[in-house]
């Protein structure tokens, strides 16, 4: 599974003497995939624990926000009209009334003349049109609380630093929508709303198998002719950071009954399955040959490089997706496939890593017949803070360190050829989140 030496690793099934012969577009698989992607039940979770994930509901507020007019600063509330006539050399003096601290209600009536101390937060009394900051107003008598006398300079316009009732929204109105990914200021948001709780999708349980009799886990040496398997945690890896619920069921080993065995009981316990290696052209596909016999296998081939051997399809209502041996063929696959099928299942309506445009910083070999994803890292540079992409030294489809340090895939559509230094190419961003502005 994890290697190039997976790569003799295939079907059991007659294909005909070019297997290549089944090779889909991406696009077209990928169209395939999110086709038959279902979205799993709704649960309510606290407010906070829902950030990151998308609601699966309207959500409406039960008050106005905020509920009521509350001054934006500590200071003065007054009528704005007595001070139509403030200047530096006609101040006005007002006689403070009352103190007003947030969580406290100043329930005395205040006419022309007097003014209340307010701070930030606080509801401001009732008829009172307008506040001015404390930094501006001249304490002439006692400590500026009630029974002090203050004078103003300058007139304040009604409505000054005062937060309407409502600003924010109305009793009724959605607040936020389905779909919507909330953020820890969302979260915050929800809350003012009167939601403790909020519908979401639960995280997919994603089962994960490694084929392949040569694989060893990390915790073991290997012999002559094992390899530790390294698709299983960058899978599960993958798969959390997905948001998904990864459960990873082991590796198997090519026996056509254990490996059977334990795809029947990912596909009763899991939303998806997910297996690496045993995809190529070889004697040892029995997942295929297990979902041609139970499920319904909907592509076995797609034109891309790395890992064209990708097997989609359906074990009763289970997604089964069968991904290369080859780490960096694991991971395109994942990435193309995988991630924005479990982002669907989610609720997520953004499914796709951004794409920016980069100019190669050298010479890209490149024959037409598939699309390449290419292993590379982009970055500013020069003067002009030029995106500049840089491809990994080696495409080596078996090593995970270029992947590890990069951050993008250069991608080459199937007709594309050669690409010269100073051109400028697509590149696929998977550090970056999916609907991120770049």
Not at 23 to 38: D, K, Q, S, T, W
Not at 165 to 179: F, I, K, T, W
Not at 222 to 246: F, H, K, T, Y
Request: proline letters at 6%; hydrophobic letters at 40%.
């Amino acid at each position: 599974m994890d290697g190039a030496s997976k790569r003799g690793k295939g079907r059991g099934m007659a294909r005909g003497k070019n297997p290549d012969a089944n090779m889909i577009p991406v696009e077209g698989a990928r169209r395939i995939v999110l086709g038959c992607m279902r979205s799993t039940e709704v649960r309510e979770v606290p407010a906070w624990q829902a950030a990151g994930l998308p609601l699966a509901a309207d959500i409406e507020t039960d008050i106005d926000l905020a509920p009521f007019a509350n001054s934006a600063m500590d200071g003065y509330a007054l009528h704005a009209e007595d001070l139509a006539a403030a200047t530096a050399d006609g101040p006005v003096v007002l006689d403070v009334v009352g103190h007003e601290a947030a969580g406290h209600v100043f329930e005395g009536e205040v006419g022309h003349g007097q003014t209340v101390r307010i701070m930030t937060g606080a509801p401001v009394p009732e008829g009172l049109d307008g506040v001015v900051k404390y930094e501006v107003v001249e304490v002439l008598e006692g400590d500026g609380n009630e029974g002090s006398r203050v004078s103003f300079t300058a007139p304040a316009k009604p409505g000054e630093n005062i937060r309407a009732a409502g600003l924010e929204a109305r009793a009724g109105d959605v607040v936020m929508a389905a779909g919507e990914v909330v953020t820890p200021a969302g979260a915050g948001l929800l809350a003012n709303a009167g939601h403790a709780f909020v519908p979401v999708h639960r995280a997919p349980r994603v089962g994960i198998i490694s084929l392949g009799t040569e694989l060893v886990d990390a915790g073991a040496v290997p012999a002559r002719g094992q390899i530790r398997d390294v698709n299983g945690p960058a899978l599960m890896a993958s798969a959390r950071e997905a948001g998904a619920e990864p459960v990873f069921y082991g590796i198997a080993p090519d026996d056509e009954e254990r490996i059977c065995e334990l795809v029947r009981r990912a596909a009763s316990e899991c939303d998806v399955v997910v297996t690496s290696g045993g995809a190529s052209a070889g004697d040892y596909d029995y997942v295929t040959a297990l979902i041609e016999r139970e499920g319904e296998v909907l592509f076995d081939r797609v034109s891309i490089k790395p890992g064209k051997a990708v097997t989609f399809g359906l074990l009763g209502e289970t997604p089964f997706f069968g991904l290369s041996g080859n780490p960096a063929g694991a991971f395109v696959g994942f990435e193309l496939f995988v991630r924005p099928a479990l982002r669907k299942m989610m609720g997520h309506t953004e499914l796709a890593r951004p794409v920016q445009e980069a100019r190669a910083t050298h010479g890209i070999k490149k024959r037409p017949g598939r699309a390449a994803y290419n292993r590379a890292r982009v970055e500013r540079a020069g003067a002009d803070d030029e995106l500049e992409v840089m491809q990994a030294p080696t495409q080596n489809s078996a090593l995970l360190v270029d992947l590890h340090r990069g951050n993008c895939l250069v991608m080459l559509d199937e007709d594309a050829g050669r690409v010269e230094a100073g051109e400028t190419v697509a590149v696929l961003r998977y550090d970056v989140p999916e609907g991120t502005v770049l």
